[in-house]
């Protein structure tokens, strides 16, 4: 949580600097969800975060310097300066590069699932993150009926950050609570506050635990506010100060707070854990901003694999 | 022995499940039902486990393909009819056409779409999708015009690494025949000649090569000899043999039943305009489907699509240019 907090500072000071070519989006608000799913899943499991999910992906295992050298275009990152900040991946590693279509993940996590079982892998789970946006999508439900029919064990977590870019939830569905889907497409969920990370560890690890199971899907709908805006361009000034009030509070704070009160941090030693989070990130951002643009002329520009089927005819 | 169209496509699939337990297929109805075409009949029945029926949701089974195919696994996906896919058209073309570009990671999987229009079929199951997906870069375009294409275009299709939109003509499903499946094929990406002519080319693609032939055997009666070149992918398009055609004749009329606005058609006449000027001694002129959606009654749809008729009356205009 501190280090995605920390780098995701770092990263919208750069795109402040004007040294970053596209969006930053953060995940200030919603890491304890977030960081609860990574800490759950296991190395073989298959995680196909949102664009909020920076501390889940460093807590399942992605490299920082692969979230420094894609947000800084270096060609020596996962996506080779073809793609940009939250759309990176390493599918291979069973991190999925997320598209922009919100729900388009769920269906390819249920592929991933489905072809272990098929290759006879169990013990597999896969998770997927959406905010309340995505549901409304008919991606959702199809990825998640798919998943429903096909009892695959997906983890499908929602964070309830209130606001669909501007949009509030009042505009967004008009159910009692996104918990009610679950009960759409036949799945067990559950419902918790996402600002306290004891509830989130709990619920996530539980889901985790169902689905690995062999119990079918899970869902788990977390209750939270985005703490920023949509992106670092976007000030988020529609936030509605009524629903700062009832959901507003910090993840970290709150987290920080609770190693304090149990006695099992203490400030100094929070400080130190800051301090190295900071060190570390810096680092990483000099190196990355040593390595170098990509080269048009030197770039490989075909689309597809085959190189028998290249189209040799690219400019008339 | 005679076999049609069709069951080339069922005996490739067959054969790439026998031949490579990564095959599957995932589609609406395919499973004990076969399919809507019976394109997968028996196959569930042959190979249990690996021939599955899905919810109706084109976009989620698309996605679910792709995430199999991530896993080294090689999808094929039937669209039950080709216009039921524009409700996978972003898994299709942001999901599936983008992974490799992006990730280095190749996407092997196959989607099979029964296209163009049969007589009272209408406007929801009768479209010719070729040019839109043809249009974005990351797949590969197929559209097999004869029953030995059909088979061995499909294996190949599977066999590759890379999004394959695979177009199958329902026109040609029970009608067009051949003796026995190939043995030995052209490679995908290369056109064949159908016909060898002296004053004029028609290039043609799917059932509209059958049209094309028909054309030019009508034309022959009044002494013109015309090319036919089936293009047999649309993506990537053989440009070569195109203009080594045109070269001969000098004439070129391109032939598509997808809308005339862009499109293959409109790809060939360029290249051919942009490349081939001085090869020709008239104008390069297409024919397609009129601009409108496809209509029901069978004497407006005849009137819709290109057909030998209108392929013969459009290369007499060229003709006499």
Redesign the interface.
Same mark, same amino acid.
């Given at each position: 949580m501190l280090l995605s907090r920390v780098l995701e500072e770092k990263l919208a000071s750069l795109y402040r600097a004007g040294k970053i070519h596209g969006g930053v989006f953060v995940g200030r608000g919603q890491e304890a969800f977030s960081v609860a799913a990574g800490l759950h899943l296991r190395k073989g499991d298959v995680f196909a975060p949102s664009i909020r999910d920076m501390a889940g992906r460093l807590a399942f295992g992605e490299p920082v310097i692969d979230a420094v050298r894609t947000y800084l275009g270096s060609p020596l990152g996962p996506m080779r300066s073809r793609d940009g900040n939250v759309h990176r991946g390493r599918p291979q590693d069973g991190l999925l590069p997320m598209i922009s279509h919100l729900g388009s993940m769920i269906s390819v996590v249920n592929g991933v699932l489905f072809a272990r079982r098929l290759r006879g892998i169990t013990d597999v789970v896969g998770a997927t993150c959406l905010g309340d946006g995505g549901t409304s999508t008919g991606a959702f439900h199809e990825g998640l009926n798919q998943a429903a029919v096909e009892k695959l064990p997906l983890v499908m977590l929602i964070a309830n950050n209130r606001y669909a870019y501007s949009t509030p939830n009042d505009r967004q569905f008009a159910c009692r609570s996104l918990l009610d889907k679950a009960v759409g497409y036949g799945i067990e969920g559950v419902e918790i506050d996402g600002t306290d990370l004891i509830a989130c560890l709990q619920a996530v690890g539980g889901a985790v635990a169902r689905a690995r199971e062999g119990r079918g899907p899970q869902l788990v709908v977390a209750n939270l506010l985005r703490l920023c805006g949509h992106g670092e361009h976007d000030d988020g000034s529609y936030i509605d100060s009524r629903v700062k009030a009832q959901h507003g509070r910090d993840c970290l704070k709150t987290s920080e707070d609770m190693l304090l009160q149990e006695g099992w941090m203490t400030a100094a030693g929070l400080e130190e854990l800051r301090n190295e989070a900071v060190q570390q990130v810096e680092t990483i951002v000099a190196t990355v901003q040593r390595e170098g643009a990509p080269d048009p002329f030197q770039h490989d520009w075909n689309a597809i694999s085959s190189a028998h089927l290249h189209e040799l005819h690219t400019e008339a | 022995m005679s076999i049609t169209y069709l069951e080339a496509i069922r005996e490739a699939q067959a054969r790439a499940l026998a031949d490579d337990p990564r095959v599957?297929i995932y589609g609406e109805d395919v499973g004990k039902f076969g399919g809507a075409f019976k394109a997968t009949k028996n196959l569930q029945e042959q190979f249990p &486990?690996?021939v599955i029926d +899905?919810?109706i949701?084109e @976009? /989620? $089974? #698309?996605?679910? +393909?792709?995430?199999? +195919? $991530?896993?080294?696994?090689r !999808?094929i996906v039937e669209m039950q009819f080709a216009d039921f896919s524009t409700?996978a058209f972003? *898994?299709i073309v942001? *999901?599936a /056409? #983008?992974?490799?570009?992006? #990730?280095?990671? !190749?996407c092997p999987l196959v989607v099979r779409l029964p296209f163009g229009g049969t007589s009272g079929s209408g406007p929801f199951h009768s479209q010719s999708l070729e040019t839109i997906y043809a249009h974005y %870069? &990351?797949?590969?375009v197929m559209t097999p015009a004869t029953v030995e294409d059909a088979y061995s275009m499909l294996l190949e299709a599977v066999a $590759? @690494? @890379?999004p394959v939109i695979f177009c199958e003509h329902k026109l040609l499903y029970y009608h067009l025949k051949a003796d026995k499946l190939p043995t030995e094929a052209m %490679?995908? &990406?290369k056109a064949r000649l159908a016909r060898e002519g002296r004053d004029m080319t028609i290039v043609a693609y799917s059932a509209m090569v059958h049209e094309a032939l028909a054309a030019a055997d009508e034309l022959a009666t009044e002494g013109w000899l015309i090319e036919v070149v089936d293009l047999r992918s649309v993506?990537?398009?053989d #440009?070569d043999t195109v203009m080594a055609s045109v070269a001969r004749t000098g004439r070129l009329l391109c032939v598509g039943e997808s809308w005339p606005w862009g499109g293959v058609t409109a790809e060939v006449v +360029?290249?051919v305009a /942009?490349?081939g000027w001085g090869l020709l001694d008239a104008p390069p002129q297409r024919l397609n489907a009129k601009d409108t959606p496809v209509p029901y009654h069978p004497n407006l749809w005849a009137a819709h699509r290109p057909t030998a008729r209108s392929v013969a009356q459009a290369a007499r205009r060229l003709l006499c240019m």
């Open positions: - | 599957f &486990g690996r +899905a919810p949701s @976009d /989620a $089974i #698309t996605g679910f +393909a792709v995430g199999a +195919a $991530i896993e080294g696994l !999808p409700v972003n *898994q942001n *999901q /056409a #983008t992974l490799y570009w992006r #990730t280095n990671v !190749p %870069p &990351g797949l590969v $590759i @690494d @890379d %490679p995908v &990406g993506k990537p398009l #440009t +360029a290249r /942009a490349e």
